[in-house]
């Protein structure tokens, strides 16, 4: 199995490849060649997360690795969960809320953030080379990448995170690490500001030192992709006795929402898929009017899912949309944002047979929060609210819905506080977080500056 490109000029590259380059040379996101098939009865008799993995990610890695390297590395690479099979599930009537969220940054972008760093290292072993992680975070892929990079002494990380709008237990999850390959730089500036650094960066690569890589942990990553598939044949494992499964996904980068496509691809039987949105309605314009055009960035509760282009919403265009033909992505990607995309509306209105949409707002989301704590005690985080709302709405005994649950609640405390929720218990991940002691590093929106600062600690 090789990847390309979904505009079509970068192409024939092995796993390895793709997983140290993250974006390809045109721009574009890569892609599997051909969907592999996941074995659904095998699948339906294991008995933990970790044997449903082994099913599912040698299917993508044999062009780099063989399979017994690829088992081993898959037998070792979630730690520092609280559950012992690192997902529960919570029931109700007829929807089940699949908690992804134990894991040591309390989200779920440990799931693929872990899978990465370990190929990253077993990379980086076998070619005795060293990297440097750079990225931009407005919320949880900046701990999680941390969290999943820190233990590996190859592999230094360099994270941005934007002066103000985060929440306090996000910033402390990355300022209170104390690995000597770990740098937190608050960027005096927008979110935005910090992704533009980062790209140029990508684009001069005037800082590295021969052979050292410069990775990306954004989800455009292939192999986070592939971490987050498992969890929806996961799913599929707990809950085969119920007929027809929807789920339900809060949604910003379109990630998880594109890992769940792909299981679809691969066999995972599926009725619809909900694309949850709070006030950034890029994708739930899309999916109502055929309007996929970017507006500005609106701060919500669920600031996770705060923003103006859904980054991995290309694939699937490509993909479900185009059947493949690179040539027209490249042509509506590579002039986007400045035209917006609208689809030729046959090819469009495919999307009724397994996508669904909706928006909900903070005030909505509220009362979707306060609505399960009184009745039921049990606390949504403000994400997980967001895909809650369809899936109450829309759900009955003949149509199961799954809402996947992004993150813990104590990741947001100023929501609950408002709401006079008290939430009584810290997951591990976020005990003591306020007594530790924070280093960031405060720079400028300048390349210069934090190019000085890599330097000085590469
Ligand atoms: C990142 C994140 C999301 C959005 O996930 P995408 O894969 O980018 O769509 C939703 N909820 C939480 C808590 C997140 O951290």
Known sequence: MLFHSTRGKDSGKDFASILMQGLADDGGLFMPDHWPQADIDEIKSKSSFVEIAKCIVPLFTASSFSYDETISI?????????????????????????????????????FGLQLAAAFFNKVLESENKTAIVLGATSG??????????????????????????????????????????????????????????????????????????????????????????????????????????????PTGNFGNVFACYSA??????????????????????????????????????????????ASNFERLVYDFFLDRDSAKCADMFDHFPNNPIE??????????????????????????????????GYILDPHTAVAAVEAFKTSDASNHYVVLSTAHPAKFPQVYEELGIEINSLPLALRGLFEKKESLYNVEADYSEIINFINLNN
Not at 82 to 93: G, M, R, S, T, V
Request: aromatic letters at 12%; one cysteine or more; a negative charge.
């Open 74 to 110: 898959v037998e070792s690479t979630w730690h520092d969960f609280e559950h012992q099979d690192l997902i529960n599930i919570k029931e109700f009537d007829s929807v089940s809320i699949l908690e992804l969220f134990h894991g040591p940054t309390a989200a779920f972008k440990d």
């Open 140 to 249: 949880d892929t900046g701990p999680a990448a941390i969290d999943a990079c820190k233990s590996y002494s190859r592999i230094k990380s360099f994270i941005m995170l934007p002066n103000g709008n985060m929440s306090d237990v996000q910033r402390r999850q990355m300022s209170t690490i104390q690995a000597s390959n770990v740098f937190a730089l608050r960027v005096n500036g927008t979110f935005d500001d910090c992704q533009d650094l980062v790209k140029l960066a990508f684009t001069k690569r005037d800082f590295l030192k021969t052979d050292q890589y410069l990775l990306a942990i954004n989800s455009i990553n292939w192999t986070r992709i592939i971490g987050q598939i498992c969890y929806y044949f996961y799913a599929y494992n707990k809950l085969q006795k119920i007929e027809n499964l929807n789920f339900s996904i």
């Open 264 to 309: 679809h691809k691969m066999g995972l039987p599926i009725s619809k898929i909900s694309v949850a949105v709070n006030n950034n309605d890029i994708l739930h314009r899309f999916f109502c009017n055929n309007d996929y055009s970017k507006q500005l960035v609106h701060e919500t509760i669920s600031p996770s899912m705060d923003i103006s282009v």
């Open 343 to 376: 689809l030729d509306s046959e090819m469009w209105r495919k999307k009724d047979y397994l996508f669904d949409s909706s928006k909900v707002n903070d005030l909505d989301t509220a009362k979707m929060i306060q609505e399960i704590y009184q009745s039921n």
